[in-house]
């Protein structure tokens, strides 16, 4: 069965650096999200992401984050400068489409700042 | 906005056994979506059943199954002949349609631990 990947799956990062966090969605699925988990908390959606462009995205997404599918295949987070409370697990998921589709979750990408 | 909320942060139930996790939403929404997600120890998270709100018949998956009141805006989760295999973090989810991209709502998860 076809699934979400995520790499890499823990990424350890100094604070004020940039990190870029990857998935690769499921081939014909056309609609892109990203969530994150802070450990013990519940999963909060970030962006979603579909047609090359942004379609919503909630208040945590700020100046700071942003999103690109760079390759028709990959579809990418940057965190440009990284702070202590980015620190959660980050998912990926994508849908076929839009109304009857379920999101199908990536293993996740663990974020470490220090 | 949308939310949810799951009462019960951890659970267990004994093996065989029967349990139910409860899970309340809120909205203005009259068209939407409501999913149990189980996330195991290692992390991915997994579809368990889904709802749509449209439906008045629960929907039910093998040992899995729902109670939807859609008027009590209550969405609680049965698992039947409980398996080690069911110990995970459950997730309650609301999905709201939108012609952008749908938008998950997500609780805090109950903790679930089946004793063998």
């Known amino acids: 069965e076809p699934e979400v990947t995520q790499t890499p799956s823990h990424q350890v990062t100094q604070m004020g650096q940039e990190v870029i966090l990857r998935c690769v969605p499921i081939?014909?699925?056309?609609?892109f999200y990203w969530y994150r988990q802070i450990l013990g908390q519940k999963v909060e959606f970030l962006v979603s992401?579909?047609?090359?462009?942004?379609?919503?995205k909630s208040e945590i997404f700020d100046d700071q984050f942003s999103v690109e599918r760079p390759d028709g295949s990959n579809f990418t987070l940057k965190i440009r400068s990284t702070k202590l409370e980015d620190s959660a697990m980050y998912f990926c998921a994508s849908t076929v489409g839009l109304v009857t589709d379920t999101q199908y979750f990536g293993p996740g990408t663990r974020l470490t700042v220090l | 906005a949308q939310t949810v909320t799951q009462s019960q942060p951890e659970m267990s139930v004994q093996e065989a056994e029967t349990v139910t996790l409860s899970c309340t939403y809120d909205t203005s929404e009259s068209n939407y979506y409501l999913f149990w997600y189980k996330q195991p120890p290692s992390r991915q998270m997994i579809l368990v059943i889904r709802?749509?709100?449209?439906?008045?018949q629960n929907a039910t998956e093998n040992r899995f199954s729902v109670n939807f009141q859609k008027a009590a805006k209550s969405f609680s989760l049965k698992i039947s002949d409980s398996q080690l295999g069911d110990t995970a973090m459950y997730f309650c989810a609301f999905m709201k349609l939108s012609n952008t991209g749908n938008q998950f709502y997500f609780g805090t998860g109950t903790s679930l631990t089946v004793i063998p």
């Open positions: 709802q749509e709100a449209y439906k008045q």
């Open positions: 992401f579909y047609n090359n462009e942004i379609s919503e």
């Open positions: 081939s014909n699925h056309l609609y």
